[in-house]
């Protein structure tokens, strides 16, 4: 089976070159509508007329298909059997170019807090990693990326560190603690919480349900786009075992199945190679016909995930985002999660692409070369494909006796109530196989000078406070096992020894906490005013991993966007 039509029982928008023609020597066709295929031979059917050929590349335009079914189709619930439709051709359209309409919800800098009045913070996971790739592709251009676009948890765990690994899958990650003297503030601490996922050996790894959910609409006709996921999913194709299955299904005016589950890397790879751009977003649709295909596929025990490669562009369907996050949570509970993969500039909704895969309990990338295409669903496949835990919450209680203010840097979007750590229905980040987590606190020591002045009716410190002066911390943490439904909790706690024998961060945690200060800094955190980003280069130190080497000439560009006086062109660095 060469090709591939697609039709639905009233008309149907598909963005798939040369999709109303059949090549010599084809002894079937596909017919979908909905989320399954029904064959018909050539034999017993008249074969369709060829269509005039698309229009040049050169000319920028965006050939549309449209499909008229016929009225005797028979439709049975998800599955439809047709006669084969006539097709009609519209005349391309062209498409705009990009505008800046790109959209971000980013949270304000999280606030300082006294550890008498509020000793607990709780938090969820995050192991995105798409502000960091994102913001790499403003400064790339010369531009500093929007306040809004910038999570710094997300460039934190951009970046893998030295922890120690799990020896085996009784806990299913290790976590580490260490404590050093703050580059930026000689009266505070960093505390350093790593958590690192145990690794699958290939033939360890589940069988995988994958649906490419591919966003074929008019703005994903650029460079940056649509070529660029055929060149991501291709890629990650190549990476999955026999026993794997991919489906695809597009969308544009209309949803629609292009290619039904198989293993053969071959034929995905040549359907992913026939997609053209054009049409409108139905990104609603598409979604719900990707949901029906893994429900329709679904492997017990294995991954079953849809796989959502678009700029976001949620412009036809269903646009309202609570809407859509209704829907995917309401599968996420059925065991099907949702990966979204973000592409292109110019009407980017950034603030979509991260929030559904939030709360459709995947993870969220953005795609801005080949290479981070390779690095993202290649190198860390096993992380981003295969989850280990589910659910994962920190909570942490800093002894006042021992530290007066702290705050998390970052986490803002995934901070938690104190009582949802405990509370098994509240939905939380996911861990994938070989994936890191970090989560860094600055912190003052009781004596030291503080970002608030000392309250003049501060309450007496808790006698179970001072009891307890060589704990400085009580860390918790909870997670459930993929297939679980209850938490384990595991618990620790961090000596004050650690605050007192600090010294200034070293090696790996020095190049942590220079990413830490590089996404405060693009945040405008008043905290960091007085450290430049010429301090950070020096604090990154001289790296051999290509990925951090790239970091640090991210840091020095945006050292020669910005002055103290605000925006000036590329020469030099603070």
């Not at 084809?26 to 989320?35: C, L, P």
């Not at 412009?315 to 809407?323: E, H, I, K, L, T």
Request: hydrophobic share 40%.
């Amino acid at each position: 089976m060469r090709f591939i039509h697609i039709c639905t029982a009233s008309a149907l928008a598909v963005a798939v070159a040369g999709c109303a023609s059949q090549s010599p020597g084809e002894d079937e066709r596909i017919v979908v509508t909905g989320s399954k295929a029904s064959r018909s031979d050539n034999n017993s059917q008249t074969a369709l007329p060829a269509l005039p050929p698309p229009p040049s590349p050169a000319l920028q335009t965006a050939p549309t298909y449209a499909a008229e079914a016929v009225a005797d189709g028979v439709v049975s619930g998800s599955r439809v059997k047709a006669v084969p439709p006539s097709y009609r051709y519209i005349p391309p359209v062209i498409v705009p170019g990009p505008t800046d309409r790109e959209r971000y919800d980013g949270e304000e800098v999280s606030p300082v807090k006294i550890a008498a009045a509020e000793p607990v913070s709780t938090f969820s996971v995050d192991v995105d990693t798409g502000a960091y790739a994102n913001s790499r592709r403003f400064l790339s251009q010369g531009q500093m990326p929007p306040k809004a676009a910038v999570r710094t948890e997300e460039f934190i765990n951009y970046f893998r560190y030295d922890y120690e690994r799990p020896l085996d899958r009784s806990q299913p990650f290790s976590v580490s603690f260490d404590a050093a003297r703050t580059p930026w503030n000689a009266d505070t601490r960093l505390i350093r919480i790593g958590l690192a996922g145990y690794d699958i050996e290939r033939d360890e790894r589940p069988p995988a349900n994958l649906v490419f959910l591919m966003d074929v609409s008019g703005s994903m006709n650029s460079p940056d786009k649509l070529p660029l996921v055929k060149t991501a999913l291709a890629g990650l194709a190549g990476e999955l075992q026999p026993r794997d299955t991919v489906s695809i299904v597009v969308y544009a005016g209309a949803a629609g199945l292009v290619l039904e589950p198989t293993s053969d890397t071959r034929a995905i790879r040549a359907a992913l190679d026939r997609l053209r751009a054009g049409g409108s977003t139905a990104g609603g649709a598409g979604l719900e016909l990707a949901y029906r295909i893994a429900e329709d596929n679904f492997i017990d025990g294995g991954v079953n995930r849809v796989i959502l490669a678009t700029d976001g562009d949620f412009n036809v369907g269903v646009q309202s985002r609570d809407a859509l996050i209704e829907m995917i949570e309401k599968k996420r509970d059925s065991g099907i999660t949702l990966t979204t993969l973000g592409f292109g500039t110019g009407n980017y909704n950034e603030a979509m692409m991260e929030q559904i895969a939030n709360h459709g309990n995947g993870n969220y990338a953005y795609i801005d070369s080949a290479l981070e295409a390779k690095k993202v669903l290649g190198d860390e496949m096993s992380s981003t494909l295969f989850t280990i835990a589910k659910d994962v919450k920190i909570q942490v209680e800093f002894n006042p006796a021992v530290i007066s203010q702290y705050r998390l840097i970052g986490y803002e979007n995934r901070a938690l109530r104190d009582e949802d750590f405990d509370n098994d229905a509240v939905d939380a980040g996911d861990i994938g196989a070989g994936h890191q987590v970090t989560a860094i606190y600055e912190v003052v020591p009781v004596g030291a000078k503080g970002w608030i002045a000392d309250r003049r009716y501060g309450d007496k410190l808790p006698a179970a406070a001072t009891s307890m002066i060589e704990e400085a911390a009580y860390v918790k943490l909870r997670y459930k096992l993929p297939d679980g439904d209850k938490s384990t909790l595991i618990d620790y706690v961090m000596p004050t020894s650690s605050l007192r024998n600090a010294s200034a961060p070293r090696g790996d945690f020095a190049f942590a906490t220079a990413v830490a200060g590089f996404g405060q800094k693009l945040r405008a955190d008043p905290l960091l005013e007085g450290f430049s980003y010429r301090d950070l280069v020096k604090l990154a130190g001289r790296q051999h991993n290509y990925w951090r080497q790239e970091f640090i000439k991210l840091a020095s560009l945006a050292g020669g966007l910005l002055d103290e006086d605000g925006p000036r062109t590329m020469q030099g660095g603070k």
